[in-house]
């Protein structure tokens, strides 16, 4: 019982001489720790202000914001273990050499945010454009440094690996994305008239179609039971294919309204009587 008694005595003795010879030091580096998050936080709230007043990209001020708070965060770590006299040259080189080892497991992650970092920087698009990439198309709603999120007219959410975007042909359409149709009418009809008509129609539609980009119609063909007219616009993406049904069923309505043929492609069948 007495040993354990000077035992218990032991440990006691070396915890009060640890926090006299350190209590200052671990209350230093604490305080050090936390003035560095409310210093990081109040920072990165104005670097955020500023950004907003400046009008820059929502994912580019999130970086920045996110860069700045998180450098703070880490230089009061640096100097909060300084103060508990930890040297760090150690830590350091065993970071290097995990982060090595890490790179060559990750590649492919690593990849996607370093193409990540790259759409950031450069800004081939923002948020809220239509782009395309990989035969896939929608609203860009949030571009991350592993992924960026895209939102079909169907609610679908796709997620494209930055890799997959950088180094691709992207095609950027903005706000709207590309109807190109065609219709049929008859070689008897008046074909301005059918133009006219078809313009008529698109312009009734000018809520959902660019007014910057003019639709387009004119002749693109001539087939062997009809002259096809083609006719191009530009829908809003969340509402492209609810605009191009209607639209395709009020040009028809307009034409047939108008006695404008649209004909029904014909064959002749010659029957041969077999001779005896």
């Not at 703070?72 to 508990?84: D, P, R, S, T």
């Not at 982060?99 to 590649?107: E, I, V």
């Not at 910057?212 to 009809?226: N, R």
């Amino acid at each position: 019982m007495e040993q354990e008694i000077q035992s218990i005595q032991k440990v006691y003795n070396l915890l009060i001489e640890f926090f006299m010879n350190y209590s200052f030091q671990i209350l230093g580096a604490i305080i050090i720790f936390i003035l560095g998050l409310y210093i990081g936080k109040k920072v990165s709230e104005a670097v955020q202000r500023l950004c907003d007043r400046n009008n820059l990209d929502v994912t580019l001020t999130k970086f920045i914001v996110n860069i700045v708070r998180f450098g703070i965060v880490i230089g009061a770590v640096i100097i909060a273990v300084g103060k508990l006299g930890i040297t760090l040259t150690p830590f350091i080189a065993g970071i290097g050499a995990a982060s090595l080892g890490a790179g060559l497991a990750l590649q492919g992650t690593l990849s996607n945010y370093g193409a990540g970092l790259s759409i950031i920087i450069t800004r081939p698009f923002i948020v809220g454009n239509t782009i395309t990439v990989q035969d896939v198309f929608g609203v860009v709603e949030e571009i991350k440094l592993g992924h960026t999120i895209l939102r079909t007219e169907d609610g679908e959410q796709i997620t494209v690996p930055n890799k997959y975007i950088i180094g691709e042909v992207l095609v950027n359409s903005f706000e709207y994305r590309i109807v190109e149709a065609t219709i049929g009418v008859s070689y008897n009809s008046d074909m301005k008239k059918a133009i006219s008509l078809i313009l008529e129609e698109l312009n009734k539609f000018e809520e959902f179609i660019s007014k910057e980009a003019k639709p387009q119609v004119g002749i693109k063909e001539f087939a062997d039971s009809s002259v096809n007219i083609e006719y191009r616009y530009w829908a809003k993406t969340n509402s492209y294919f609810e605009v191009q049904y209607k639209v395709n069923l009020a040009i028809f309505e307009a034409l047939k309204a108008n006695s404008i043929e649209i004909p029904y492609p014909i064959r002749d069948v010659f029957i041969h009587e077999k001779k005896a």
